[in-house]
């Protein structure tokens, strides 16, 4: 394993027979001898494992404890102690020792004890670091967007996320549901807790209520065991539904009960359990239609919309096409290998026209498919998925301007509607026209455009 442990003992003999014995297994040793030699190293290197006699010249394992604890938390110390000392030792370990080890020292012993210590250190900032990869994905920093309608996004997030109310998502698909309701799980009071998620839409209406509510054993043909549901797994944590509207109204009924109550009734049993769980629902279908239509229940309907959070498709964030390749151009070449350099203006115009019906989840495939065949390490018109590039030709074939204006006014209009579509960004609306910066400054001067 990779650890660095520090022996101390007064007679080097002994702590150089500990380190041998240690360094055969992988591990990187140092020794200390002296009182000061031993702070001055705590406070230098990074240690993960103190190995310490209790009872020495000039200093002892208690003091040493004290010190390494207030300066380094995170290092453990195994004591070794003689027979005498026993109770000594236990309360250290009641001050922060993870263990000791009994002279005359048994070499597999200690060995075992320092690989316990190491693999739970490794386990916690294993966790840390998971925790740490959430909050980078799944926080607010996840969800990317400098357009009007994402800064309204931003607020609104930060609003419900500290709370545990139930929230609806609503919004076309590839708009990015899941990743919203991940930030929601994640930067509120139940983030050290389950997210678990269904969609509605993927199970047949036999298994949906068995998969949310769990089934006793015997309940019907196959269920061999008892088994728990989303509900249960999702205990203290949120529960994502996705594809709400497509859930059947006998399971809508049961939804309910369970909001209402906060129990649930595996199939085929008798006895509720008591959850307590944060629904986070999300459609891209219009509910109130649903329930005009008798397709979703009124009663559930209300009880989702008391938060509703509607994502804007991005051909309504066209502004926010930029950020959105740039960041998964970064994104895509490291996972790919890839050394992607830019993208060329020419490229960058075509994708922006063209109308994203699948959202941001089509523009992030679109972009890993074109860095996925590129060659040359330059983005070009040529990467383009053909459909995509075919569908922006089409659209280009008809006038777009009426028959009659002039050049200079066509000129005027495609600025400003450039600037509106980048929130005025003056240097992608340059990059976008294909012209210097200063020729748009000139150019927006002259048309009353600044």
């Known amino acids: 394993m990779d650890a660095n442990i520090l022996i101390i003992d007064d007679e080097r003999d002994q702590a150089e027979a500990i380190a041998e014995s240690l360094r ?5 040793c140092s020794i200390a001898v002296s009182g000061n030699e031993v702070l001055d190293i705590i406070g230098r290197d990074r240690i993960d494992v103190v ?3 209790l009872v020495m010249h000039g200093i002892d394992g208690m003091k040493i404890l004290k010190e390494t604890k207030e300066k380094s938390p995170d290092t453990e110390v195994i004591l070794v102690t003689g027979y005498g000392t026993v109770e000594n030792a236990v309360a250290a370990m009641q001050k922060g020792a993870a263990t000791y080890l009994l002279k005359p020292i048994n070499i597999n012993h200690l060995r075992a004890a320092v690989d316990k210590v190491v693999e739970k250190q490794n386990i916690v900032r294993n966790n840390i670091e998971l925790h740490k ?12 967007g400098n357009s009007q309608q994402m800064h309204r996004i931003f607020n609104i997030l930060k609003q419900i996320a500290s709370t545990t109310a139930t929230v609806l998502v609503v919004g076309e698909s590839g708009t990015g549901k899941e990743l919203i309701a991940r930030a929601i799980h994640y930067n509120g009071p139940r983030k050290n807790n389950p997210f678990v998620e269904l969609n509605s839409a993927a199970i047949s209406e036999t298994l949906l209520e068995s998969e949310l509510f769990g089934h006793e054993k015997g309940a019907f043909t196959g269920a061999l ?3 728990k549901g989303k509900f249960e797994y999702a205990n203290n944590g949120s529960l994502f539904l996705d594809e709400i509207g497509d859930m059947p109204l006998t399971t809508q009924a049961k939804l309910l009960r369970v909001i209402e109550d906060g129990r649930i009734v595996r199939v085929g049993g008798n006895e509720s359990v008591k959850i307590d769980v ?3 629902a999300a459609t891209n279908k219009d509910l109130g239609e649903l329930v005009k239509e008798g397709k979703f229940r009124e009663d559930l309907y209300f009880r989702f919309n008391v938060i509703c959070l509607r994502l804007p498709p991005l051909r309504e964030r066209q502004e926010d096409i930029f950020l959105l390749m740039d960041v998964f151009i970064k994104e895509f070449s490291k996972k790919n290998g890839k050394k992607i350099k830019d993208i060329t203006p020419e490229a960058r115009k ?3 026209r063209y109308n ?13 498919s074109m860095i996925v065949f590129n060659q040359n390490g330059i983005l070009d018109i040529n990467d383009i998925p053909e459909h995509i590039y075919k569908s922006n030709r089409t659209a280009l074939t008809g006038p777009v301007f009426p028959v009659g204006i002039t050049l200079e006014e066509m000129e005027k209009e495609l600025m400003k509607n450039t600037l509106a579509y980048v929130g005025g960004n003056r240097g ?3 990059r976008i026209l294909g012209i210097g910066e200063r020729t748009l400054y000139r150019k927006l001067e002259k048309y009353g455009l600044k």
Request: glycine residues 8%.
């Open 278 to 280: 944060r629904i986070i």
């Open 51 to 53: 190995i310490t006699d």
């Open 133 to 144: 990869q959430l909050e980078e994905k799944f926080g607010f920093s996840g969800i990317i």
């Open 356 to 368: 994203w019906p699948g959202n941001v989840r089509e523009l992030k495939n679109c972009i890993e």
């Open 24 to 28: 055969n297994v992988g591990y990187t």
């Open 428 to 430: 992608e609306t340059a």
């Open 350 to 352: 075509n994708l922006f």
């Open 225 to 227: 065991h008892q088994r």
